[in-house]
């Protein structure tokens, strides 16, 4: 337990010597001459100059690495701008060339007029900027009508009638001429297609000629060498059969000879001799091998017999006493049931009672009730509430 009820001298006390113990060690810090201190200290205000300086050479330091960032970058953006004024210069350059040379004023963009000719087809007509500026371009426009199949020549354009063939003869010329030239190239064409095919059926005829002969020569070289192939397996077959007769023989001669012994050892074994002792463990006397014991003999055969019969009396006088304690246990469970009988007859009689006991007991209680009800309603709840008492509620601020 903490003893929080100290007396007020001895806290009085602790607190004066503890003052007194400060202004001892007060004095001893300013009468000692060895650690006072008399005026400033010098090694502190060194300290602080040397700070002082080393702070103002790392702005130095700092300031002339901003300097030279400054003088670096305003060098790399000198060059950029060099650079760009360069790239300026080249791309005007390179797209004045290109204006000299792939933009000339006959090579403007092209516009595509759709004229209806004859009600039958649709003929484009290509005109440019440049062939409206042109100041030749009467001199280099065709004449209104240059021949009969002149598609710009319509119906409203006055310019061809029925009737009129202007070119009849240069047409018919042209026309045989164009006949002429037809026959004359159908006929190489035949001659030609004719010496092609007679070039390609030669050389058909000379390659399967050359075919059959060469099927003939694999043909033999094949067969010769399935010859020699079937007389190589023949001649190994051979040779197989005599190593396999060989196997065979020697094989039989072994297993003869290993017929010999088994039948001599079984002969003389103990498992034809019934040999008993063979059947005896390594384990203990009272175990046997199983693969090797013949059976029991007279002597454990009489005492298995006589082990059996001990073991059937010893079973017969189990069952007589357990049916002897299954009697006295039967015996008891009916006295139980007899008496439990009994007490279920006297607990279901007072069950009666104490059930007619409570009906006595409510029926005095409802009479009480209805009794008193009734002087309630007669006596105590004559005065009943109108609406004025449920009106004057919630009227006034208090």
């Known amino acids: 337990m903490y003893k929080l009820d100290l007396p007020i001298d001895l806290k009085e006390k602790a607190a004066i010597e503890r003052r007194r113990r400060a202004e001892k060690e007060r004095q001893g810090r300013i009468f000692n001459a060895k650690h006072r201190q008399i005026g400033i200290d010098k090694e502190a205000l060194n300290q602080q100059i040397q700070d002082r300086n080393w702070m103002d050479d790392l702005e130095q330091k700092r300031a002339a690495a901003f300097a030279q960032d400054s003088i670096r970058n305003d060098t790399i953006a000198q060059l950029l701008q060099r650079r760009q004024e360069y790239d300026t210069r080249e791309n005007n350059r390179a797209v004045n060339e290109f204006r000299a040379l792939h933009q000339q004023p006959s090579a403007q963009r092209k516009r595509k007029k759709k004229k209806l000719e004859l009600n039958i087809f649709f003929l484009f007509q290509l005109t440019g900027e440049w062939d409206i500026n042109d100041p030749d371009f009467l001199k280099k426009d065709m004449p209104a009508r240059v021949s009969d199949d002149d598609p710009r020549c319509g119906i409203a354009g006055l310019q061809k009638f029925q009737g009129e063939d202007l070119n009849s003869r240069a047409r018919n010329k042209y026309q045989q001429e164009q006949l002429r030239e037809w026959s004359r190239m159908q006929q190489e064409n035949q001659k030609r297609t004719q010496q092609q095919q007679q070039a390609a059926d030669q050389l058909f005829f000379s390659k ?129 049931a007899k008496a439990g009988m009994i007490l279920e007859k006297q607990i279901e009689r007072e069950r009666r009672e104490n059930e007619h006991y409570l009906y006595n007991d409510n029926q005095r209680l409802s009479n009480e009730q209805r009794n008193l009800k009734a002087y309630l309603d007669r006596v105590v709840y004559t005065n009943q509430p109108t609406a004025a008492y449920f009106t004057q509620f919630n009227s006034s601020s208090r």
């Open 208 to 336: 399967q000629i050359e075919l059959d002969q060469r099927a003939v020569e694999l043909q033999q070289a094949d067969e010769q060498c399935r010859r020699d192939i079937n007389k190589s397996i023949r001649n190994y077959n051979d040779a197989l059969f005599g190593e396999n007769q060989e196997r065979r023989a020697l094989k039989k001669r072994q297993e003869d000879y290993d017929n010999y012994a088994e039948m001599a050892n079984m002969a003389s074994s103990d498992l034809l001799t019934e040999n008993p002792d063979q059947a005896i463990s390594q384990f203990g006397p009272h175990r046997v091998v199983p693969d090797r014991w013949k059976g029991m003999n007279e002597d454990q055969l009489r005492r298995i017999r006589e082990e059996q019969q001990k073991q059937a009396e010893e079973k017969k006088r189990r069952n007589e006493e357990e049916q002897q304690r299954e009697n006295e246990w039967n015996q008891r469970r009916i006295a139980e």
